[in-house]
């Protein structure tokens, strides 16, 4: 990174963190319930929603597709619909949001007329031919030259009821898309996973769920195996709620300083596989010595950065697709907590193993974080800001992606910054 990269150093508290800090609407709910009341047919309004980077690509997306998206306040939208997509008149960019970029490709189907659908330079390096070879067998015209965005969808207008099988080892994501776009199929459409390795099959529940909301039939015939009917779907009003990784933060914020943060919601009600990360992370400082990471990708970041201040390593499993998320966060965690010490922690192929060392706390230990654009390794790395002093968080911008609000958030806890505050 160059010189003039802007950066915010967290200060040390010097008492434990208290207060209320709601966490934003969920992302992935969110930008379901945009797609699905896109699709449908009427107006539906959208409470609690998250509005950030990502979900701005997903409901910009949708207005260029036809869909009156309106946003009365700061955590609704009202989405009126007239039951189709229509085709964009230039390539949809949605930066590095991962959900609106695989979601949308698998809707393009059900458009008459192209769609071009593309993103950042970070986006553009994640991986989407297993949907597209999937969407491909369903009979639908489609194309990418690398295997990542950009990809060319000649959507006409639906496609035939068929049985698919997709790989779903690099992304739940290619599942989820394949199931909210096949209630716009000609006829009934079975999902079957190939192989049993799915990360995050929570991901697929709350697809399931938000589509049920809007009015559509999926059974599931088995673990693996999905079947939609040719329904459409309807507006309906729908509340969102708060984002379970987002709360992962404030949770480790709240162990970590020995506070007492109030986030509004008991850990039990999300619906979200992150909210698993709640067990884990009130056992510090005597986590497990193995965290399987697979259910819940998003929250390893922050526990990866808790487990430094643990009592006894760890090591981190079921991290391989964590590889191509917004960076490679293996190696990004690994050199983040290489800079704060050398030894702190180490890759062990996918596994990330954290040396873990309680008398971190007050040291001064000046690090300059790169978060490689990645908002989960700048909220995660901001944690550690709060014991050790020096920890600077490099583009603290890059929150933006889910989490607007997370540097305010600290700050009401009564965090104090110098340097960049976006
Ligand atoms: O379906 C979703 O909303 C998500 C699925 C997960 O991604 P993958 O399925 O790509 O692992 C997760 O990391 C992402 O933040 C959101
Ligand atoms: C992986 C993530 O996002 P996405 O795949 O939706 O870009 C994330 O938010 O951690």
């Given at each position: 990174?160059?010189d003039t990269?802007k950066k915010?150093?967290?200060?040390?508290?010097?008492?434990?963190?208290?207060g209320?800090?709601?966490?934003?609407?969920?992302k992935?709910?969110?930008n379901?319930?945009l797609?699905?009341a896109?699709?449908?047919?009427?107006?539906?309004?959208?409470?609690?929603?998250?509005?950030s980077?990502?979900?701005?690509?997903?409901?910009d997306?949708?207005r260029?597709m036809?869909?009156?998206?309106?946003?009365?306040?700061?955590t609704?939208?009202?989405?009126?619909?007239?039951?189709?997509?229509?085709?964009p008149?230039?390539?949809?960019?949605?930066?590095?949001a991962?959900?609106?970029?695989?979601f949308?490709?698998?809707?393009a189907?059900?458009?008459?007329?192209?769609?071009v659908?593309?993103?950042?330079?970070h986006?553009?390096?994640?991986?989407?031919k297993p949907?597209?070879?999937a969407?491909?067998?369903?009979?639908?015209e489609?194309?990418s030259?690398?295997?990542c965005?950009p990809?060319?969808?000649?959507?006409k207008?639906?496609?035939?009821?068929?049985r698919i099988e997709i790989?779903?080892?690099l992304s739940?994501q290619?599942v989820?898309?394949?199931l909210m776009a096949?209630?716009?199929?000609?006829?009934?459409?079975?999902?079957?996973l190939?192989?049993?390795?799915?990360g995050?099959?929570?991901?697929?529940?709350?697809?399931?769920?938000a589509?049920?909301?809007?009015?559509?039939?999926v059974?599931?015939?088995?673990?693996?195996?999905?079947?939609?009917?040719?329904?459409?779907?309807?507006?309906?009003?729908?509340?969102?709620?708060p984002?379970?990784?987002?709360?992962?933060?404030?949770?480790?914020?709240?162990?970590?300083?020995?506070?007492?943060i109030?986030?509004?919601?008991?850990?039990?009600?999300?619906?979200?596989?992150?909210a698993?990360?709640?067990d884990?992370?009130?056992?510090?400082?005597h986590?497990?010595?193995?965290i399987?990471?697979s259910?819940?990708q998003?929250?390893?970041?922050?526990?990866?950065?808790?487990?430094a201040?643990?009592?006894?390593?760890v090591?981190?499993v079921?991290?391989?697709?964590?590889?191509?998320?917004?960076c490679?966060?293996?190696?990004?965690l690994?050199?983040g907590?290489?800079?704060?010490r050398?030894?702190?922690?180490?890759?062990?192929g996918?596994?990330?193993?954290?040396s873990?060392?309680?008398?971190?706390?007050?040291?001064?230990?000046?690090?300059?974080?790169?978060?490689?654009?990645?908002?989960?390794?700048?909220?995660s790395?901001?944690?550690?800001?709060?014991?050790?002093?020096?920890?600077?968080?490099?583009d603290?911008?890059?929150?933006?992606?889910?989490?607007?609000?997370?540097?305010?958030?600290l700050?009401?806890l009564?965090?104090?910054?110098?340097?960049?505050?976006?």
């Amino acid at each position: 990174m160059s010189d003039t990269v802007k950066k915010l150093t967290i200060l040390p508290t010097d008492h434990p963190l208290r207060g209320h800090v709601r966490p934003p609407g969920s992302k992935s709910i969110t930008n379901r319930a945009l797609l699905l009341a896109g699709l449908a047919k009427g107006t539906s309004r959208l409470t609690g929603a998250l509005k950030s980077d990502d979900t701005r690509y997903m409901a910009d997306a949708l207005r260029a597709m036809g869909v009156q998206v309106d946003e009365p306040d700061d955590t609704t939208f009202v989405v009126t619909g007239n039951g189709r997509l229509a085709s964009p008149s230039a390539p949809l960019f949605l930066g590095n949001a991962g959900t609106a970029t695989r979601f949308l490709t698998a809707a393009a189907a059900l458009v008459d007329g192209p769609v071009v659908v593309d993103g950042d330079q970070h986006m553009r390096k994640r991986p989407i031919k297993p949907l597209v070879d999937a969407l491909r067998k369903l009979g639908v015209e489609v194309a990418s030259e690398t295997g990542c965005p950009p990809v060319t969808v000649k959507g006409k207008g639906g496609f035939p009821a068929g049985r698919i099988e997709i790989d779903a080892g690099l992304s739940s994501q290619y599942v989820s898309a394949l199931l909210m776009a096949a209630p716009g199929a000609k006829g009934p459409v079975r999902i079957e996973l190939a192989g049993d390795e799915i990360g995050a099959r929570g991901y697929i529940d709350l697809t399931v769920a938000a589509m049920r909301a809007f009015g559509a039939e999926v059974e599931q015939l088995s673990p693996s195996v999905w079947q939609v009917a040719p329904t459409g779907y309807r507006a309906a009003d729908f509340a969102i709620e708060p984002d379970a990784s987002a709360a992962t933060y404030l949770w480790a914020a709240e162990v970590l300083t020995g506070g007492a943060i109030d986030i509004g919601v008991p850990a039990s009600v999300f619906s979200q596989p992150d909210a698993r990360a709640h067990d884990v992370i009130s056992k510090f400082p005597h986590l497990p010595a193995v965290i399987d990471g697979s259910q819940m990708q998003d929250a390893i970041p922050t526990i990866a950065v808790l487990a430094a201040f643990n009592e006894t390593p760890v090591r981190f499993v079921g991290l391989a697709n964590l590889r191509v998320k917004e960076c490679d966060r293996v190696r990004a965690l690994s050199l983040g907590l290489t800079a704060i010490r050398p030894g702190l922690a180490h890759e062990e192929g996918d596994d990330l193993i954290v040396s873990s060392d309680p008398g971190l706390a007050g040291q001064t230990l000046p690090a300059s974080i790169d978060t490689f654009a990645d908002h989960r390794i700048a909220m995660s790395f901001a944690l550690a800001g709060l014991k050790i002093h020096g920890i600077a968080i490099e583009d603290p911008g890059c929150v933006a992606k889910t989490y607007p609000a997370y540097w305010d958030a600290l700050a009401s806890l009564g965090v104090a910054y110098t340097g960049d505050r976006p």
